[in-house]
């Protein structure tokens, strides 16, 4: 029988964290949702018709490049 000392309990915790710190990473960074994400960042102006009538979609690229 294995005995989990308080290192062992430690461990298994901070395998946790990190797994879910890299599937919640893969999900945001995921290509799938990006239509979703881009939809989700004009949601603070769902309240005024007019200022998501004029918004356009944000672009990935800059324009400021040489």
Do not use: C, H, Y
Not at 46 to 60: G, L, R
């Amino acid at each position: 029988m294995i005995m989990m000392d308080i290192g062992m309990i430690r461990g298994l915790g901070t395998l946790l964290v990190m797994l879910a710190f890299i599937g919640l990473t893969l999900w945001v960074f995921s290509p799938a949702r990006k239509a979703q994400f881009d939809d989700a960042t004009l949601l603070p102006f769902a309240d005024d018709p007019e200022a998501t009538s004029n918004v356009e979609p944000a672009s990935a690229e800059r324009e400021d490049r040489p």
